[in-house]
C-alpha cells in the first residue's frame, strides 16, 4: 500500500508498505528530498532509520528521527495515509 505524496518545505515524502496480519512487515521510502547535498546526507541515515521503525508498527505513532524533523514528519504524514488506505 502507498501512502500519499506528502509535501514538506524540502521536497515531497512519499511511503509504501506491507501489511501482513495487522502489522507493517515492510516499509520503503519511495521518495523523500535528494536535490542537494545536505539532503542526501540527512536522508542517508534519517530514512533508514524511519523505516526500521516501522516495521512491526501497527500504527504511524513512530520515533521521530533528530536532525530530520521536516522529513519524518513528511514520513510519519505518509505512513498513516497508507495505513488508513490497508484499513488499519
Known amino acids: 500500500m502507498t501512502g ?3 509535501s514538506t ?3 515531497n515524502v512519499q511511503v509504501q508498505i506491507t501489511v501482513t496480519n495487522g502489522k507493517i512487515t515492510s516499509a520503503t521510502a519511495v ?3 535528494q536535490n542537494n547535498g545536505r ?3 540527512i536522508n542517508a ?3 533508514p532509520v524511519l523505516q526500521q521503525e516501522s ?3 501497527t500504527s504511524a505513532n513512530i520515533d521521530m528521527v ?3 524533523t521536516v522529513t519524518s514528519g513528511g ?3 505518509s505512513l498513516q495515509s497508507a495505513l488508513d488506505k490497508a484499513g488499519l
Open 4 to 6: 500519499d505524496s506528502v
Open 55 to 57: 516495521v512491526g508498527a
Open 39 to 41: 539532503d542526501q546526507q
Open 9 to 11: 518545505q524540502w521536497g
Open 45 to 47: 541515515y534519517a530514512i
Open 31 to 33: 521518495e523523500y528530498p
Open 66 to 68: 533528530s536532525g530530520a
Open 75 to 77: 514520513y510519519v504524514q
